[in-house]
């Protein structure tokens, strides 16, 4: 990764920051409602940032999406799970931030081997998705097999709601996976090759 000046790198920084809040405040740009879930695209917006800027700056913008998330949750959640889950912020702003800075540290270890640059952030894209969906639903699955949070998943049962989160993999978690490696490399490749070329 090449070195920019300090001005550069905060101008950057801001305009990530700033898609944050846009994909977190106008409708169906960053959360797509799928029932009692909510089908995000904003983890590409914060890989992205990831591999543009190293690992410190993407767990930085991360972190501003947990943190609006955190917000949000309180004053207008996307689905009914959000007030009972995501006012948790080990849960609604950690794995974001983890998100930036484990996707920042694999690109820049693949970047030292021979693998073609489009594989390499694919390979990016999926490891950052994936961190955020293994850590959400993990702990979900640890903290919050509550009544409350079977209800707000629909199911009676809280024993049922590891299955509801079974069915979230496949319906939220492995699209946004896919989504995220097949638009990180159609970005950042061209944003790469731009930068190498100055």
């Given at each position: ?23 977190n405040f106008v409708p169906l740009f960053g959360y797509i409602p ?73 690109f820049i270890a693949l970047t030292k081997t021979k693998l073609k ?78 930068r190498l070329k100055k």
């Amino acid at each position: 990764m090449l070195k920019k000046s300090k001005a550069y790198r905060i101008s950057i920084l801001a305009l990530f920051i700033a898609i944050i809040i846009v994909q977190n405040f106008v409708p169906l740009f960053g959360y797509i409602p799928v029932g009692p879930l909510s089908l995000t695209t904003i983890h590409i917006t914060v890989i992205i940032a990831a591999v543009m800027l190293g690992p410190i700056d993407g767990g930085i913008v991360g972190g501003v999406w947990g943190l609006l998330s955190f917000i949000r949750a309180f004053t207008a959640p996307t689905s009914p799970v959000q007030p009972l889950i995501f006012t948790n912020p080990v849960i609604s702003i950690l794995p974001r931030i983890l998100i930036g800075v484990v996707a920042g540290y694999v690109f820049i270890a693949l970047t030292k081997t021979k693998l073609k640059p489009v594989f390499a952030l694919a390979i990016t894209a999926i490891v950052g998705s994936l961190t955020n969906a293994v850590l959400v639903l993990g702990m979900i699955a640890i903290f919050y097999r509550t009544p409350a949070v079977a209800h707000a998943y629909g199911v009676s049962d809280p024993s049922l709601i590891i299955k509801v989160l079974m069915t979230a993999v496949g319906t939220n978690s492995i699209p946004e996976t896919i989504l995220a490696a097949v638009v990180v490399p159609l970005i950042c490749l061209p944003l790469l090759r731009k930068r190498l070329k100055k």
